[in-house]
């Protein structure tokens, strides 16, 4: 039996501080990336941007250049899901205070230097590490 699969789009950011600090959320007991779904008829640029803003708590100031296509596939409800992510560089100033969509479940938001990655690379998802292998 041919089972299809359903096709989910998202976009998310990789967003630096003028502190040269990069924005992490934890959620499901791991690191990741602040993404989402994109909504009907909404351009995936501004909706990388709305999700980070929404999950983080914050503004974002510059939409830099897009870094690449992600895709994984996960088991939702007894069905297979297909996501494409698409993820885009991204700046911020002076967004210092940061707040957690809870709703979302996400428990924790932090500005992590590159120092602090080895942390984040321990206990992310695979394509997390990948993106931010050139980071540090």
Not at 38 to 64: D, F, N, W
Not at 98 to 125: A, C, F, H, S
Request: hydrophobic share 35%.
């Amino acid at each position: 039996m041919k089972r299809s699969m359903q096709l989910i789009k998202a976009a998310g950011g990789l967003v630096k501080n003028e502190e040269e600090k990069y924005l992490f959320i934890f959620r499901n007991g791991k690191w990741d990336l602040p993404k989402g779904k994109i909504e009907e008829g909404e351009k995936t640029r501004l909706a990388a941007i709305r999700e980070v803003e929404e999950e983080c708590g914050i503004r974002i100031q510059k939409s830099g250049k897009k870094i690449c296509n992600t895709y994984h596939i996960y088991e939702f409800n007894n069905e297979r899901v297909l996501k494409k992510t698409s993820w885009y560089k991204m700046k911020t100033e002076n967004q210092n205070e940061l707040i957690p969509q809870l709703e979302e479940g996400i428990t924790d938001v932090r500005w992590l230097g590159p120092g602090d990655l080895m942390m984040v690379k321990q206990n992310t998802y695979p394509l997390v590490r990948d993106l931010i292998s050139p980071i540090g």
